[in-house]
């Protein structure tokens, strides 16, 4: 079983700061990409920011310059540094990732989530 764990949501006013922050854990054999995506109330999911092993970030262009993600490999965590919030940034988080884990002598691959963490921008 494979968890991810999020947390760093919470409430800030507009040009304030946040940073969250995802774990996995469980029977992991690898992780191919991690990532932030959000949904408004209202709203369909969207990608925020995704970081694939081997390769640069990519960003919503809403989130361009404002948020940074950065990944570290060996904790199997993800993180999503956001800047200059505001209002419209307002929603909840989730993380996802990509995990291979092993069963008997074969790798599966599926796509995991968090349960959500909320975001809310004052202005």
């Known amino acids: 079983q494979v968890q991810l764990v999020e947390s760093g949501g919470g409430l800030v006013q507009a040009g304030g700061s946040l940073r969250l922050s995802c774990a996995a854990s469980g029977s992991i054999f690898s992780i191919n990409s991690m990532g932030w995506y959000r949904q408004a109330p209202g709203k369909q999911r969207e990608l925020v920011a995704v970081i694939t092993r081997g390769r640069s970030p990519t960003y919503a262009d809403s989130v361009k310059g404002r948020f940074t993600i950065s990944r570290d490999n060996a904790k199997n965590t993800v993180d999503l540094q956001m800047s200059s919030l505001k209002p419209e940034d307002t929603a909840v988080y989730y993380c996802?990732?990509?995990?291979?884990?092993?069963?008997?002598?074969?790798?599966?691959?599926?796509?995991?989530w968090g349960q959500g963490t909320q975001v809310t921008v004052s202005s």
């Open positions: 996802n990732a990509d995990i291979s884990y092993r069963q008997g002598d074969q790798l599966h691959a599926l796509d995991y």
